[in-house]
């Protein structure tokens, strides 16, 4: 059991760690929000975020929102708008400074060909925590690679 405890720590940190080295937190993600067109929205201060993060209440998001330092981060939120069905998904695998703006990279999965899928409308989303810039913010979406 202890051994358990310390690699289950160890596994934890390095995830931790990971992820303030690439500078991106990941705070929800889900398929079901207020939002139906694709695009990013940014969040630079707690009033806009609670505004986003109800959004996400309205499509079924579970709990409190999570603690967002604003002067030291800004949330970015990507939506990928209405799908007709299940199987759609986006991760944010990146943010960097390009010129004058931030370039939000972000991986888009369809669903397979045949595959099984909800049949039920989807807007797909995911939020991130980035370092705190004034810059505008772009998205770049590139499909994920299909699954063998």
Excluded: C
Aim: proline share 6%; net charge positive; no cysteine.
């Amino acid at each position: 059991m202890r051994l358990f405890l310390t690699v289950l720590g160890v596994l934890l940190f390095a995830g931790v760690s990971l992820a303030t080295q690439e500078g991106v937190r990941s705070l929800a993600k889900g398929q079901h929000s207020d939002r139906t067109k694709q695009g990013a929205v940014v969040a630079r201060d707690a009033d806009s975020f609670t505004r986003l993060w109800n959004g996400l209440q309205a499509g079924g998001q579970p709990g409190r929102a999570p603690a967002v330092d604003f002067k030291q981060e800004m949330v970015i939120a990507v939506f990928l708008g209405q799908k007709p069905t299940g199987g759609y998904a986006v991760e944010v695998t990146g943010v960097r400074q390009k010129g004058k703006r931030l370039v939000v990279e972000a991986r888009v999965r369809q669903p397979d060909p045949g595959g099984f899928v909800t049949q039920a409308l989807t807007q797909p989303y995911e939020l991130v925590a980035v370092k705190r810039s004034n810059l505008p913010v772009s998205l770049n979406l590139t499909p994920a690679p299909a699954k063998r």
